[in-house]
């Protein structure tokens, strides 16, 4: 066991979807815990807003806009932090999206084809790129962000289950097919994050209120709940977890606590 099991000093981190919300949360918590930083999502003036406040800290961080849906603009990432800091050792495969939000039957090719090509051939395309980084550094982790509603389907939001799904089967062949290069590939899967991603879910108070209600813990979590699994599966104390995905959910998918029934 090493003094700090959790201290990422030297290790340099990309997180796609960085600029807000969990992406942002998990930038903040690796910048504390010594690793620099790189942080992307499609658009700069958000990256170079959340860049500021990281660096706020003291930290050395890098923003980098791309589209995780561009084969050839995530090397261009991968190919910018490997000339600033050396290379990379960690991924966190934050970017997604979910344009359609109704029932299954009333999506279309397109939904299918956006939600798809970046919630999870964009995680495929990122980790592809930093493989040979990871190579070359002895190893590596990539930590991707699946959902509870890919473990259990979530009202309207059927497309978006499916692809969530597929990051959990994604994340497990991967790990199975990069262990012995000692990359480490594990996923999370959140539950209701209070997120403008999420704003769908809270900002009508109708739907906030049967959201939470089926929660146990009664309450949405706020995205700095979700960054100390993201440390752990970053840090050193994971080396021996690969494939796994955690729930991180306030309670959801277990239902209504036994105590609420007396």
Known sequence: MTPNQFDLSGKVALITGGSRG?????AQAYAAAGAK????SRKQADLDSAAAEIRGSGATVL???AHTGDQAAIQAVVDKATAEFGGIDIVVNNAATNPHFGPVM???DGHWDKIFDVNVKGYFRVVKACLPS???RGGGKVINMASVAGKAPQPLMGVYS???????????????????DNIQVNAIAPGFVKTKFSGVLWQNQQIHDLTVGAVPQKRMAMPDELSGIALYLASVASSYTTGATFVVDGG?????????LG
Do not use: Q, R
């Open 106 to 108: 009333s999506a279309d």
């Open 134 to 136: 990871f190579k070359a």
């Open 22 to 26: 969990i992406g942002l949360a998990i």
């Open 252 to 260: 959801l998918l277990i239902g209504s606590p036994i105590g609420s």
């Open 63 to 65: 923003a980098l806009a």
């Open 37 to 40: 930083v790189i942080i992307s």
């Open 162 to 180: 499916v692809s969530k799904a597929a990051v959990i089967m994604l994340t497990e062949v991967m790990a199975a097919e990069l262990a012995s």
